[in-house]
């Protein structure tokens, strides 16, 4: 079996008892992602210099014997709207941060290089994570492993299709409304989104500060949760991050939850549900049935009706707000052909930013508006409170919610690009977990008739990513999927 093949916490164990190198741990990811990225376009940057050094760096820990890490020669890939200090570029996938270094690590960044991770490289995104397709970066669509015609999802997609096509083990994503969850389930791994204030988010760069979070991709559950044990728990540096005690998630990772209820709202299950995702959905609540599960119809009203519009004033008011900062002064592009201040500020934005992101700024910015503040921006507030109070009403009977992580399998590259508002329903079952600042993961369930995968997405209340995790791995260990491997893998040097 190759390197690459090898999930993460089984190449964990490998490099302990040194069966490979960290060295070789980190040659033959760098040899994986020269061999496909021509052709899935998931990294923006690689540090193959850096990631040997610091692979060989961790082989001298390990041959004396000294602890290493969590994380100690696995590979790990960042995705590129986190700040790292080791030369590569945080662009966003905008061209108005197109080569600029940040001159400090995001506090993720440092736990994985304390805990002995080899960052490789910095993964696509739609441009600023405005997006479900990452095809709104600024420097090229990344293509789905599975079928290169087709979306990855985004848009965190530069991080789900680097795991899925075996180039690393680990990826960090963010999510603002689905951005780690829709990809995972588009391309076939596992994507968890913790509670809002388990990670920090010092040195991600914000796009909608209430939402964001970011969070671990793997090929299975025990990978998400080793990578999510390296990073999450408090960091004063960031004024929303919790002092909560981090629970040891792999300990306990193989204890069923039993008695298990699972809330099923009646909303996940209606119109524009494609129907081979309903099928592979409810193959998968089936299998949890035969564990033993208890079935529970339960309502998110408001849920259903109002979150994706909540979460389009919610997010783009505080896009607007957050992208304030692009002016072409502080840091960045600036226009090199302008008249005077004000239209230099004009010309650096309009040049720098692209048409999502021009979009998402300016419906922010008009709800933000006089006169219009207290009709859109204040209403989607409570509206937000009133979907919160839906997921702790459910909660009160059931141990976690289930349904479909996506609408649909992965969509044609450009398929919808010119209807931005089909694009936003991608993220139709995403959006309330982030309003409600809870979390969820992505399964991978099934494939429909095409070959491609379908996701199952599992949420539960706040801090509670052990007893996630936990009923995740319930129905990973009755299935295969993990151990299929996309198309674009078949082709071995």
Known sequence: MAITDLTACRMREALRRREFSALEAADASLAAIARLDGRVRAFLSVDADGARR?????????????????????????????????????????????????????????RLAAEGA?????????????????????????????????????????????VAARMVPLALGSDTGGSIRQPAALCG?????????????????????????????????????????????????????????????????????????????????????????????????????????????VSLPHSAEYAIAAYYIVATSEASSNLARYDGVHYGRRSSDHADMIDMYMRSRVQGFGDEVKRRVMLGAYALSAGYYEAYYKKAL???????????????TV?????????????????????????????VYTVSCNLAAIAGVSVPCGFTRAGLPVGLQIITDVFTEDRLLRIARMYERETAWADRSPPVCEARP
Not at 130 to 137: I, P, Y
Not at 289 to 294: I, P, S, Y
């Open 54 to 110: 610091r692979a060989a760096g961790i082989d001298k820990r390990l041959a004396a014997g000294e602890p290493a890490g969590l994380l100690a020669g696995v590979p790990v890939a960042v995705k590129d709207n986190m700040c790292t200090a080791d030369g590569q570029a945080t662009t966003c996938a905008s061209r108005i941060l197109g080569g600029w270094r940040a001159p400090y690590d995001a506090h993720v960044v440092e």
């Open 118 to 162: 080899v960052v490789v490289g910095k993964t696509n995104l739609d441009e600023f994570a405005m997006g479900s397709s990452t095809e709104n970066s600024a420097f090229g669509a990344t293509r789905n492993p599975w079928d290169l015609e087709r979306v990855p999802g985004g848009s965190s997609g530069g991080s789900a299709a680097a």
């Open 189 to 297: 791994v596992v994507g968890l989104k913790p509670t809002y204030g388990r990670v920090s988010r010092y040195g991600l760069v914000a796009f909608a500060s209430s939402l964001d979070q970011i969070g671990p991709f793997g090929r299975t559950v025990a990978d998400a949760a080793l990578l999510l044990q390296a990073t999450a728990g408090h960091d004063p540096r960031d004024s929303t991050s919790v002092p909560e005690a981090v629970p040891d998630y792999l300990a306990a990772l193989e204890e069923p939850v039993r008695p298990l209820r699972i809330g099923l709202p009646k909303e996940f299950f209606g119109a524009g549900l494609d129907p081979e995702v309903r099928r592979v959905v409810r193959d998968a609540l089936a299998a949890y049935e035969r564990l033993g599960a208890q079935m529970v119809e």
């Open 382 to 396: 409570r509206v937000r409170r009133l979907i919160r109070r839906d997921f702790q009403d459910a909660f009160k």
């Open 399 to 427: 141990d976690c919610i289930m349904g479909p992580t996506s609408p649909t399998a992965a969509f044609r590259q450009g398929e919808r690009t010119a209807d931005p508002l089909a694009m936003y329903l991608s993220d």
